[in-house]
């Protein structure tokens, strides 16, 4: 069974968000020139670091899911994609598309994610926790 990202997190930080693909290329040094590359594997994953900011509930609820239900970061997770779900479709111009009674239409996407190699670590601010950690986004 994939675990799904508990609803009542927040999104993620834009500022501390950082994202990269797996490396899937293999050097080829050649004799004399510059390397070359070839693939090393098709399906390529985005590693993904992020924070998000909790309240003391929220804390509870994060610390829960990743401990419990994710075994300390053992088990895979369906994760909304910060970067599409939930955003305004837009037409070129930028305007959003509409449904018929005036409601913006929402993008939707799921990630399918193992924890990274930064398991969460912990700072206080104020009243509140930000929890900073990456995922493997599967491909």
């Known amino acids: 069974m994939i675990l799904d990202w508990p609803t009542e997190l927040p999104r993620p930080e834009r500022n501390t968000w950082s ?4 490396d899937a290329r293999r050097k080829r040094q050649n004799d004399a020139g510059p390397p070359g590359y070839s693939r090393r594997f098709s399906s390529v994953a985005k590693l993904v670091s992020l924070s998000v900011i909790l309240d003391r509930n929220q804390k509870a609820i994060f610390d829960l899911f990743f401990e419990e239900d994710c075994g300390y970061g053992t088990a895979l997770f369906h994760m909304p994609d910060p970067t599409t779900d939930g955003w305004a479709l837009l ?19 799921i990630w399918l994610c193992a924890w990274g190699d930064d398991v ?16 493997v986004v599967m491909p």
């Open 19 to 22: 994202a990269t693909h797996q």
């Open 91 to 109: 037409t070129s111009d930028g305007v959003p598309l509409l449904t018929g009674d005036g409601q913006p239409l929402l993008m939707s996407k």
């Open 120 to 135: 969460p670590k912990e700072t206080i601010q104020g009243t509140e926790f930000r929890k900073t950690f990456s995922v």
